[in-house]
Each structure stands twice: as structure tokens, then as C-alpha cells.
């Protein structure tokens, strides 16, 4: 029997003391539990998401001094460090072998990712299989490349992520023909919900399965670099057997994950128990309130304020604080927890609604259009989870923009003539003052846009987009939507009640009017379907038709299918300009990450004709 290990790590684009620290306490707690072999996660010392960084010769010459600090720690230990080496003026995404103090090899990742949230053939390249070179004078004249390494007498080699992920390249194929015993891999792999059955399938359960050999999956651990959220699993199977998964989303900074293997007689190999939770909805309030607090220490910012309009979205907002401040105190501790938001633990004495009042300001921002009803869902939702609470109107300032632009217009605006700016006013005028607020408590500004919103630009640019963080921008509304009854029963969230009965609407128009989201839309279903045959599945308005058409009037389709299209192209721009969000589904609308899109085009002019 041999001891491995995995070992995930919360680490931040380039703080070099951060990650250090953590990849120095997963050692010692892996050489206290005995462990002989350790794979940490994938450009662990500098972090995945340091971008066009990557690009400069300083990043890599950097880590490689930071990685000095590291072999010794490393007695009676063979440990995996992920970082970039500089060759010749390109960067290769590597993985050190330290074993026993020394240095051995640096395994360079032979295919990039490249396709949704990733771009790395932007700063790396793949290292071509079956090439070794000598790293020079500068690296310790340290072998790189396509390598495989013996201790203990286990022969192992590496997959880097990516590497696994594909059909015919995978490097186990040929790691295989070389007889390794052991297969490490080293993975920066992003966060969606319902992905990481497929991680331990693909990587884990086939590819030991495959080459015949032991496996050890470690993914980076928590929201890194602002954006995307990584699990931080580790993964452990042989010939085909899962052995061992941890729990995942983790609030620990590390976390260590071995298991005993026998390579020899599989059969006595003893899989440990896992108490990983994979449910849909549990997990993406997991992986959220991982991506929250993470944001809140790694920002150094006070806390959250968020406009609150007993409406869907920003009651999610408001839930998922309140859930980032239970998940995280029940499992690191009060003490931690406040220690690293900044917070004076005595003053909390383990509330968790006191420390949402201290971290969560909402303000009820009401019109002559607002009703009593989301006023009440409001206040009460942010009463059941102790959030400050404040509301007020904002007819006065409405009424004064309004006044000044019809003397400068030379006209009286109404309801017939002017529907949009009189709505958008609305919105914009609530966005100063929350603005304000947010200043004054140097706290983050939340701002509640969702996926199926961000489709069609149903927001008003700079009032309800405004905000330096988009939480929820990656979930559509009908997520939204069972997310919140579901979170009403299961977690006891009992403040939802009010929220849940009632229906998405913008209260931007007279209260008469009964405006809803779905008559200016359409049903969110079949925005979402429309969505995903568009979007996800990259179709044509006519293959979106083809594929929808026997559930629907013909007529009524080609209109929904046309206004979709129509207004995913206008708005763009809109989509370009939405704040940061968090990568939580399979597809996501910011430009940044998963989805790009040109600002002007023709609108899909050419191809709505063709839908008659
Ligand atoms: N291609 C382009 N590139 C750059 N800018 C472009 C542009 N096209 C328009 N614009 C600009 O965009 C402006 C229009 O955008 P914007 O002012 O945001 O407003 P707009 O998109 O015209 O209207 C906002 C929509 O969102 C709905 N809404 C608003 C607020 C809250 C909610 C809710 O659900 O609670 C819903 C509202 O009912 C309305 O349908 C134009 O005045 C123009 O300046
Ligand atoms: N009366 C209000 N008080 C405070 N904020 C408001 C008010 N009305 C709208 N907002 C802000 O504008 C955002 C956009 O409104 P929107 O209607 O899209 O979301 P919602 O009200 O949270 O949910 P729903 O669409 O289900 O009603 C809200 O999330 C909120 O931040």
C-alpha cells in the first residue's frame, strides 16, 4: 500500500505569499498524514486566470524563483506544482516534479483549452508529445516536456486538464504504452452546475480505466481571479473504480484528500466515503456563496448593498449573502470567518443574521408605480435574514428629471408617447443613491441582471445594470424562479414566501397598465428554449424554428423566434457593458467569458427572412 494525495487550493492571480503559504500548509498536511505522493492543482503558483500576465517574461522567471522556496518542504514527499515556464519566448503551461528536496522535471501540458470560458492559446502553446528539453542555465538545466518520473517504484506521468478532455490526443494513451502505474492531473476546471459528475466520469472513471492505471484528479478551489468559480475536487480512481471524491467548494483555503492504494492487488484498495453533495440546487448555492465570499476578502471590500425590490432577482441576491454567511461561518469557524471579512467576532457572537446585517445593506427605492405588496415582500424577506433595511421614494427626483426634460423638449412627455424613457428614468434614478450608499459603507454593489434579461437587454443601461458585480448574470429567470421555492422549503429561507407568489414585473409602468416581464417578452420557457438552440447550441433562426416547431403555433413562434434575434443583436452593447458575473451554468452572455458577439451586424436580417 502507498499513500497519494490530492490537494486543492484557494490561491489568487499572482500573490505570491497567498499561494506559497497554501501550497507549503497542503504539503505539511499531506507529509502528517503520511502521503508519498501529492498533486497540487494546475498554475497553482501563479494562479490560473493571470492572463495576458502569461505573456511577459517576468511572470515566469518569478515562479520559478517562487518555486525555490518550495522542495524543502519537501522530505519523504513527491509533490506535483503547476506553473508557466518561458521558452524561448513562449509560454508552456507546466507541472513540477519535487521529490525528496529536489527538483526532477517540469511535464508541459500538451493541449490548451480553448473553447467556452477558456483562451489559452492566447498565452500558452502545446508542448508536442514525445519532445524533451533541457530548460538552461536560467531553470537549473532542469528535463521538460513530455516526461515520465519513477519513486517509490511507481511510474507516473501527467495529463493536464485539458488533456484529458480530448478523444485522441490524450496523453494517457502514450503514458500508457510507457507503463505508468500512476496518472496525475493537474486542473484549472471552471465551475457549472451538473459538471462534475462528468469530471469524474471522463477524467477520472475512464481514464483509469483506459490506461489501466491509478488516477489522482486535483482542480483550484474557489472564486480565483473574480469571474469563474473552480470546484476545487479532487478525484482519485483506479481501472475504472472511483476511490475517493471530496467534498467540493470548500471554504478552506486547503484541503487534502488521500487515499491508500494498493497498485499491485487492486482489489485491496479501500474506496473512502464521499460526502460530496451533488444536487443542482444545493451546489449552486454552494458554488455562489464560495464565489461571494471569496469576492468580499479577496476585494478587501465591506460588504454588499443591493437595491431590493421583493422581485425575483434581487431576493435571490439578498438569499445568497445570507447563505454565503451561513455555509462559510458553519465551516470555518466564527473566528475565521470574521477575521477575514474584517469583522469583530465578539459584536457577532455567532449570529449569523447579525453578520449578514453588518455585510448586507438594502434599500426599497418605491414610485408612485411601486405597489404595497413588493414593498412587504421586500422588508420582510430582508427582516428573516437580518439585512439592514431602508426604503424610500424616489418620486421627487423622477418628478424633477422629468420636469426639466419636457421644459428642455418644449412638450409634455406621457405614457403613449414616451413608455421606454418614462420606464428607464425610473430605473436610472435608483441608481445614484445606491451608488451613494454603497460609497459611503465601501461595500460592493450588487446588481440583480439575469441570464434571460442580459438575451434580449430587458434592463435599463446604468439603473438596475448599475453595480461592480453581477452574481446572478449566468442563471436564467426560470432557474431563478424554482431556485427560490426551492430555497424557501429546503433551506428555511421562510422570508421567501412573498416573494414566491409573486410574478416577474418591472413596476416601471402605472400600476394599471399590470405590466409583466413576460408580456413585453414572452414566456421565459420559451425564451429559454430559444436560448439554448441559439446560443448553446450555436443555431440558425431557421434550425431554432425547425427544432421548436411541433410545440408551437407556427405564427406565434416565428414572432418569438424573430424578436429573440432581433433583440440579442440591438443589444450587445448592452451585454458588453453588464458588470463582472460569475460563471455558474453551461452557457453564460458575458463577453468576457463564454459568449462573443459582435456589437453592430445585420441583426440576422438576411436569416429572419428566411422564417418565411
Ligand atoms: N447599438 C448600440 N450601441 C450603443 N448604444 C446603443 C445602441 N443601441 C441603443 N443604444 C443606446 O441605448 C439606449 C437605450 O437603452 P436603455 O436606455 O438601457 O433602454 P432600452 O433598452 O431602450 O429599454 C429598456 C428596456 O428594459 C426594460 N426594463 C428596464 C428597467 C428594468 C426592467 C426590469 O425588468 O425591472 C426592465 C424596459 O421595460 C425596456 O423594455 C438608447 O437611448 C441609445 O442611447
Ligand atoms: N422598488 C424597487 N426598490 C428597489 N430596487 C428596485 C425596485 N424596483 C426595481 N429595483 C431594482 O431593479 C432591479 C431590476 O428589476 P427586475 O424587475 O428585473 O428584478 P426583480 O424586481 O428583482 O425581479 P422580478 O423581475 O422577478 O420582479 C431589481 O432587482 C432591483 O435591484
Redo the contacts with the bound molecule.
Keep these: 500500500m502507498i499513500r497519494i494525495a490530492g490537494a486543492t487550493v484557494n490561491q489568487i492571480p499572482f500573490d505570491w505569499k497567498n499561494n506559497v503559504d497554501n501550497i507549503v500548509s497542503a504539503i505539511r498536511e499531506a507529509r502528517n498524514q503520511n502521503v508519498k505522493i501529492l498533486c497540487l492543482p494546475e498554475l497553482c503558483l501563479t494562479g490560473y486566470g493571470c492572463e495576458d500576465l502569461f505573456l511577459s517574461d517576468w511572470l515566469s522567471e518569478k515562479a520559478w524563483h517562487h518555486l525555490q522556496a518550495i522542495p524543502e518542504h519537501c522530505d519523504g514527499i513527491t509533490v506535483s506544482v503547476g506553473l508557466p515556464v518561458r521558452i524561448d519566448g513562449i509560454t508552456y503551461n507546466g507541472a513540477c516534479v519535487i521529490s525528496n528536496k529536489k527538483i526532477l522535471g517540469v511535464t508541459l501540458k500538451q493541449n490548451l483549452a480553448k473553447d467556452g470560458v477558456h483562451y489559452e492559446t492566447r498565452w500558452f502553446e502545446a508542448w508536442p508529445a514525445t519532445q524533451v528539453t533541457d530548460l538552461g542555465t536560467a531553470y537549473q538545466h532542469v528535463q521538460a516536456g513530455d516526461l515520465t518520473y519513477e519513486v517509490e517504484g511507481i511510474r507516473f506521468g501527467f495529463e493536464i486538464c485539458e488533456d484529458a478532455w480530448r478523444q485522441t490526443n490524450r496523453p494517457g494513451y502514450r503514458l500508457c504504452e510507457r507503463g505508468v502505474d500512476l496518472i496525475m492531473n493537474p486542473s484549472a476546471s471552471h465551475f457549472a452546475m451538473s459538471k462534475s459528475e462528468l469530471r469524474e466520469k471522463v477524467v477520472v472513471i475512464d481514464g483509469s480505466a483506459k490506461f489501466n492505471c491509478v488516477y489522482v484528479f486535483t482542480n483550484l478551489l474557489g472564486n480565483e481571479a473574480g469571474r469563474m468559480i473552480y470546484d476545487g475536487d479532487i478525484i482519485i480512481g483506479q481501472r475504472g473504480r472511483l476511490l475517493a471524491v471530496n467534498r467540493r467548494l470548500s471554504f478552506k483555503k486547503v484541503n487534502v484528500l488521500a487515499c491508500d492504494i494498493d497498485f499491485r492487488e487492486p482489489g485491496n484498495t479501500r474506496p473512502v466515503k464521499s460526502l460530496d453533495n451533488k444536487e443542482k440546487n444545493e451546489e449552486l448555492a454552494q458554488a455562489v456563496s464560495l464565489a461571494l465570499y471569496d469576492y468580499l476578502r479577496k476585494s478587501k471590500a465591506k460588504g454588499f448593498v ?10 435571490l ?1 439578498a438569499v445568497l449573502v445570507a447563505e454565503m454567511v451561513k455555509r462559510a461561518s458553519a465551516e470555518i469557524g466564527w473566528k475565521d470567518f470574521c477575521a477575514s471579512l474584517g469583522l469583530d467576532e465578539k459584536e457577532i457572537n455567532g449570529s449569523w443574521q447579525r453578520a449578514v446585517n453588518k455585510l448586507l445593506t438594502c ?5 408612485r408605480n ?1 405597489s404595497e405588496t ?2 412587504e415582500a ?1 422588508r420582510s424577506l430582508a427582516g428573516s435574514i437580518g439585512a439592514e433595511f431602508h426604503a424610500w421614494t424616489i418620486d421627487e427626483e423622477v418628478t424633477s428629471y422629468t420636469a426639466k426634460i419636457e421644459k428642455a423638449a418644449g412638450r409634455k412627455l406621457s405614457w403613449e408617447t414616451d413608455d421606454i424613457a418614462l420606464q428607464n428614468i425610473q ?1 436610472r434614478t ?1 441608481s445614484p443613491i445606491i451608488w451613494m450608499l454603497a460609497n459611503i459603507k465601501r461595500a460592493v454593489l450588487l ?2 441582471s ?1 441570464r434571460s ?1 442580459g438575451d434580449v437587454g ?2 435599463t443601461m446604468d ?2 445594470t448599475s453595480g461592480s458585480l453581477a452574481p446572478i448574470a449566468g442563471l436564467s ?1 426560470t432557474f431563478i424562479l424554482q431556485w427560490l421555492r426551492w430555497a424557501e422549503k429546503n433551506l428555511a429561507h421562510t422570508g421567501l414566501h412573498a416573494v414566491n407568489n ?1 410574478q ?4 416601471l409602468r402605472p400600476l394599471e397598465r399590470n405590466q409583466t ?1 413576460e408580456a413585453d417578452l414572452m414566456p421565459y420557457a420559451v425564451l429559454e428554449e430559444i436560448e439554448r438552440h441559439a446560443i448553446l447550441n450555436r443555431k440558425s433562426p431557421l434550425q431554432v424554428y425547425e427544432a421548436m416547431k411541433d410545440h408551437y403555433d407556427a405564427g406565434q413562434l416565428k414572432a418569438y423566434i424573430k424578436k429573440f434575434f432581433r433583440l440579442w443583436s440591438a443589444n450587445q452593447w448592452k451585454r458588453e457593458r453588464l458588470a463582472p458575473s460569475f460563471h455558474l451554468d453551461d452557457l453564460n452572455v458575458d463577453p468576457r467569458t463564454w459568449c462573443r458577439f459582435p456589437i453592430l451586424s445585420s441583426a440576422f436580417a438576411e436569416e429572419l427572412e428566411a422564417l418565411e
Design positions: 443591493l437595491s431590493l425590490s421583493g422581485g425575483a432577482d434581487s431576493s441576491c434599500a426599497y427605492q418605491g414610485t411601486s413588493t414593498l421586500a430605473a435608483r446588481t440583480t439575469n434579461e430587458y434592463a439603473g438596475d429567470k409573486l416577474p414585473t418591472a413596476e416581464d
